[in-house]
């Protein structure tokens, strides 16, 4: 993440410089799906300039890549077949979650394959491109990664800490039962691993093991000198969840006692925004390097028809990461289809989020859970160039006002509703790199908050002005 000054654009109204007391992470928006049918899905921002993107395809038979300069571009971006599966032997089967990386000047995709003769035989394997551009290059197999164990094995993925290379997968191991767990090892090239391999993780808890035992895609992001490994729990239906490992920069990580796993997942469906089945994430970073982007896939409905492997509708998604006040990530809900929604910090208590409680509209730090304060900017209700701000966790219920209080409220579809949910986004009164909402049918009326509440009021005072301030983040 990288502090400084930044520019908010909201609802068409650009702010000029951005003051000291500006987010360091200020807000980004995202339309999803950004493709469909496309699962484990892999977005990596290179020096280029260029986001590139790749993914399962439902085929099993194919390595896809795409690039374009915004993360919102890979969406309608042209899609180029790189590699395709072996007609015969290994590499011939089960083509599934590439990740494509760039290391020492070449590009790498690590991908997982069975064989004709046994589709199951899963085993890791890396493709090798020289080229500037790995869509027009010419790739080359460096064939399979070297495991202790020749074991059902997949989801390799590599980092880097501390100026170490190493390399995480899942892969079952009879001794410890059924299922997959995760391992950790050095690397001595982009595809060899070295020294000592650990099992850091181990499917034991219960929403670890619906449907099946299953630790698998791994993906890191590191901050303030810790190491987060996301990985996916469970059958790949609508039980399939997301878990986190942390581990200190400065510890040894090939020691499982490095390495603590939460109680419970992470990011986990979600009926109220119509997602289901969240996981296989990736990490990714917005386009001015300013917030971190999680990079996941999931379906938009619950109940799947057979063998959930089967199903093509896994579609890839973004949307914007958080960090709690200990350091840790907040990934919040799988967010409904469309817009991804934004966060507002207050001006002049800017540890304070704009959030609900009992579907009253305040402000607060450290809010839990996050999706409380998270809103979607939408065109405004009552129209004529106003917005109106959805609640990212109780879709179809917006911030509203009435007897001058701000409340949380389903839209009932009355023109008093549509008129009380519908404000004009105007440059920050204290700062305009913030924003300032004006109520549409109370003119001259602002929200802001007063004793952490929120208000529609007239504004005379600098004091009040700073109440009505607020940051995209």
Same mark, same amino acid.
């Given at each position: 993440? +990288?502090?400084?000054?930044?520019?908010? %654009? =909201?609802? &068409?109204?650009?702010?000029?410089?951005?003051?000291?007391?500006?987010?360091?992470?200020?807000?980004? %928006?995202?339309? !999803?799906?950004?493709?469909?049918?496309?699962?484990?899905?892999?977005?990596?921002?290179?020096?280029?300039?260029?986001?590139?993107?790749?993914?399962?395809?439902?085929?099993?038979?194919?390595?896809?890549?795409?690039?374009?300069?915004?993360?919102?571009?890979?969406?309608?971006?042209?899609? %180029?077949?790189?590699?395709?599966?072996?007609?015969?032997?290994?590499?011939?089967?089960? +083509?599934?979650?590439?990740?494509?990386?760039?290391?020492?000047?070449?590009?790498?995709?690590?991908?997982?394959?069975?064989?004709?003769?046994?589709?199951? @035989?899963?085993?890791?394997?890396?493709?090798?491109?020289?080229?500037?551009?790995?869509?027009?290059?010419?790739?080359?197999?460096?064939? $399979?990664?070297?495991?202790?164990?020749?074991?059902?094995?997949?989801?390799?993925?590599?980092?880097?800490? !501390?100026?170490?290379?190493?390399?995480?997968?899942?892969?079952? /191991?009879?001794? #410890?039962?059924?299922?997959?767990?995760?391992?950790?090892?050095?690397?001595?090239? *982009?595809?060899?691993?070295?020294?000592? %391999?650990?099992?850091?993780?181990?499917?034991?808890?219960?929403?670890?093991?619906? &449907?099946?035992?299953?630790?698998?895609?791994?993906? =890191?992001?590191?901050?303030?000198?810790?190491?987060?490994?996301?990985?996916?729990?469970?059958?790949?239906?609508?039980?399939?969840?997301?878990?986190?490992?942390?581990?200190?920069?400065?510890?040894?990580?090939? @020691?499982?006692?490095?390495?603590? @796993?939460?109680?419970?997942?992470?990011?986990?469906?979600?009926?109220?925004?119509?997602?289901?089945?969240?996981?296989?994430?990736?990490?990714?970073?917005?386009?001015?390097?300013?917030?971190?982007?999680? #990079?996941?896939? /999931?379906? &938009?409905?619950?109940?799947?028809?057979?063998?959930?492997?089967?199903?093509?509708?896994?579609?890839?998604?973004?949307?914007? +990461?958080?960090?709690?006040? /200990?350091?840790?990530? /907040?990934?919040? +809900?799988?967010?409904?289809?469309?817009?991804?929604?934004?966060?507002?910090?207050?001006?002049?208590?800017?540890?304070?989020?704009?959030?609900?409680?009992?579907? $009253?509209?305040?402000?607060?730090?450290? #809010?839990? *859970?996050?999706?409380?304060?998270?809103?979607?900017?939408?065109? &405004?209700?009552?129209?004529?160039?106003?917005?109106?701000?959805?609640?990212?966790?109780?879709?179809?219920?917006?911030?509203?006002?009435?007897?001058?209080? #701000?409340?949380?409220? @389903?839209?009932?579809?009355?023109?008093?509703?549509?008129?009380?949910?519908?404000?004009?986004?105007?440059?920050?009164?204290?700062?305009?790199?913030?924003?300032?909402?004006?109520?549409?049918?109370?003119?001259?009326?602002?929200?802001?908050?007063?004793?952490?509440?929120?208000? =529609?009021?007239?504004?005379?005072?600098?004091?009040?002005?700073?109440?009505?301030?607020?940051?995209?983040?």
């Amino acid at each position: 993440m +990288i502090a400084g000054s930044a520019t908010a %654009t =909201v609802a &068409g109204v650009t702010a000029g410089p951005a003051h000291a007391a500006v987010p360091a992470s200020p807000g980004v %928006t995202y339309t !999803n799906t950004l493709a469909a049918q496309r699962a484990d899905p892999h977005i990596f921002k290179h020096t280029d300039g260029f986001y590139y993107f790749t993914a399962t395809v439902p085929a099993y038979d194919r390595i896809v890549l795409r690039r374009a300069t915004t993360i919102q571009g890979l969406a309608s971006a042209a899609e %180029t077949t790189i590699w395709t599966k072996h007609t015969s032997g290994e590499m011939g089967a089960h +083509i599934w979650a590439p990740e494509i990386h760039f290391i020492d000047g070449k590009w790498y995709v690590y991908f997982a394959a069975g064989a004709t003769n046994d589709i199951w @035989k899963i085993r890791p394997y890396v493709l090798e491109c020289a080229a500037a551009n790995p869509i027009t290059g010419t790739w080359t197999e460096k064939g $399979r990664i070297a495991l202790p164990l020749d074991t059902f094995s997949l989801d390799a993925t590599t980092f880097v800490v !501390n100026g170490t290379r190493y390399l995480s997968w899942a892969q079952n /191991d009879p001794a #410890v039962g059924s299922g997959t767990n995760l391992y950790l090892a050095r690397m001595s090239s *982009p595809w060899a691993i070295t020294g000592t %391999t650990v099992r850091i993780s181990t499917p034991t808890a219960s929403w670890e093991t619906i &449907g099946h035992r299953v630790n698998e895609g791994p993906a =890191v992001i590191q901050r303030n000198g810790k190491v987060f490994m996301t990985f996916s729990a469970s059958a790949t239906d609508a039980n399939y969840c997301m878990g986190l490992l942390t581990a200190s920069a400065s510890a040894d990580l090939l @020691k499982a006692s490095s390495w603590a @796993k939460t109680a419970g997942p992470v990011f986990t469906s979600n009926a109220a925004t119509g997602q289901y089945g969240p996981g296989h994430n990736q990490f990714t970073v917005s386009e001015d390097g300013r917030s971190d982007i999680l #990079v996941y896939h /999931d379906r &938009g409905y619950k109940d799947i028809s057979g063998d959930p492997l089967n199903d093509p509708n896994r579609r890839t998604r973004v949307q914007k +990461i958080y960090w709690k006040a /200990d350091g840790t990530p /907040d990934f919040g +809900i799988p967010v409904a289809d469309g817009l991804t929604p934004i966060r507002l910090s207050s001006y002049n208590a800017p540890d304070r989020f704009i959030r609900h409680w009992e579907y $009253r509209a305040r402000i607060e730090a450290n #809010v839990a *859970p996050l999706a409380d304060s998270q809103f979607r900017t939408v065109t &405004g209700l009552a129209g004529s160039g106003t917005v109106s701000l959805e609640s990212a966790n109780f879709p179809g219920y917006y911030l509203r006002h009435k007897n001058y209080e #701000v409340w949380v409220e @389903k839209n009932d579809g009355t023109a008093q509703f549509r008129s009380d949910a519908s404000f004009t986004a105007r440059a920050g009164l204290a700062d305009s790199a913030g924003v300032s909402y004006e109520s549409y049918n109370a003119p001259g009326r602002y929200i802001r908050h007063y004793n952490h509440l929120l208000h =529609v009021q007239a504004l005379s005072t600098a004091t009040d002005r700073a109440d009505a301030t607020f940051y995209l983040q």
